[in-house]
């Protein structure tokens, strides 16, 4: 079915049926943007596979894709409703204004206009308050690609869309969801208001208002509810692009807006990894090719990593080569990750251990398998994430993982962090507790991990359990989830693994003999691929039969980049699709 035969107001709300009248009665009553007084240099970026994909008619939205050549995208029959609702936020734009050539300019400029025609007057899903502000965006981003040709047509019918969007999200971003949501509806309304001719008298409301956001949203620290990193880098590049744009109209940003941004930037560079990619927690990526780079030089701050402690991440340096660890318990949300005690590390622009990642865009079932703790590199009880879903298997944590030991330790060799988290405690009466010391010249991490019972009453609780499985013992697994661009072998007869990098590097992983060393398939998962990656993971796996259960592994560089390359590629051009 079309999905055009569902056209339905926004809510079907009344204050949204009149706030959609009073935008359509202004955009009747001469209140529509003459022109555009300025147009900034487009911001968002997509990408070329994905430009190309479109083009050939296979859509993408909300882990489904669909293929239908010859369809508009807003008639694509996507599985789900909320697969259907994405695309009215205008983001494949990003990605066809990538591909760059005629035959992605005439779909950016059919589909748009289309859009205006069936769903410009307020029907159909897209003026949801929390996809406007994306829209709005994306629209004036690329207005030169949609207005050439026919241009003087065509930029009637545009201004006056983009007119009724701006009156409309200026009386409704309120029921933008908080956070990123409301935030990118604010700077919605921000850019658009002050590129389109005559829409000025909405500016200060919003800088006010997204002020209040900001200082609301984003703590003392600079993290934000989520402590997704992802999430936290599209929430500086939004204030970046507002305060510019505010900076080419003449206009200054509010104390608050800069305020938040001076909190954010540290903290960004903190969890950016030593190839430019950010830490993948809790529903987050990597972050497009360049942004956070991008974004930084754009805010114009300076300043150098945090030291310490970040949004609930520990980091540790030496060397060429970064880790991340995630130090705290999960936060509320469905996005959120049961990865308390798990680790990422990168050298030089090779990432080597990581998460599985968010199975967000992958469907339903991608999305439960990569929150689990199974999923991430650390240790994990057979059949138990450190902290559970509720029966439905939906939404928050109902039982999370709390920290209960941290501390960070310099060293003169290098440092560390000491963490302990109590994730099955109330199930087996079992904590996990790790420690980690990365040497200053980053060639070699040492890695303890326990799994023990603390308390007189986790003792009992573990008696129990043990009673129950006829003392065969609690099955526990230590994974280390390697990037699908690492080559992984056994070597030295099962007793170690080798790790060779694209780079030319080798790193070895060597444990002491106490758990069983397998190599098992995993898989990696990155909203910016078409479909997951198959790679591999190293697991030592055992029975804990007693109150404290102990191994030790390293991780160590055997050998260098070769000197006469310069390793600059991170991915293989096959691996983008």
Known sequence: MAFGEHEQRASGGWRDKLA?????????????????????????????ARGKQLVAGNFTSGGAVVESPGVPIWDVPFPDFGQRVEVHGFVWL????????????????????????????GKGPGWQPDLIGRRLIRLINHAPMLLEGDEATRQVALLGSLSMQVHFLAQRWSLAAPGLARIEALT????????????????????????AELESEIDMGGGIPSRNPEELLDVF???????????????????????????????????????????????????????????????GIKAAASTGMVMGYARLTGGRTTLVLDAAPPPGGPLAHASTNAFELTSGRRPLVVSCGSGLVFGAEWRQAGRATASHSTLSIEGFSSSRLGPGGEGS???????????????????????????????????????????????????FDRIAAISTAEKRRLEKVLAASRQQGVRFAVRFHIHPDVDVRLDMGGAAVSLALKSGEIWVFRHDGTAKLTLEPSIYLEKTK????????????????????????????????PLAIRDLEREDPASQI
């Open 20 to 48: 959609l009248w009073r935008s359509l009665r202004a955009a009747q009553k001469a209140k529509v943007a003459m022109g555009f007084v300025s147009q900034p240099e487009p911001r968002t970026i997509g990408l070329y």
């Open 94 to 121: 990003d990605d066809l204004a990538a591909l760059g050539d005629t035959r992605a300019q005439e779909r950016a400029q059919a589909w748009t206009f289309d859009w205006i025609a069936r769903f410009g007057k």
């Open 188 to 211: 919605g309304i921000i850019v658009a208001s002050l590129v389109l001719q005559g829409m000025s008298g909405h500016v200060d409301a919003a800088v006010k208002a997204l002020a």
């Open 237 to 299: 590049t939004l204030m970046t692009w507002g305060a510019q744009t505010l900076a080419e109209a003449g206009r200054t940003a509010s104390p608050q807006h800069f305020a938040a941004m001076e909190r954010v930037a540290p903290v960004l560079r903190s969890l950016r990894h030593a190839d430019g990619g950010l830490a993948r927690f809790h529903g987050g990526g990597r972050g497009a090719e360049g942004r956070l780079d991008s974004a930084l030089a754009n805010a």
């Open 397 to 447: 944590f109902v039982e999370r993982a709390e920290v209960t030991t941290l501390r960070v330790l310099p060293g003169e060799n290098g440092h560390g962090v000491h963490l302990a988290q109590n994730g099955w405690a109330a199930t087996h009466g079992l904590s996990h507790v790790r420690d980690l010391m990365l040497t200053q010249d980053g060639r070699h991490l040492t890695g």
């Open 530 to 561: 078409l479909r997951p990656r198959e790679s591999r993971q190293i697991v030592l796996s055992g029975h804990a039969v007693d109150f404290d259960t102990q191994l030790g592994w390293t991780l160590a560089k055997a050998q260098d980049t």
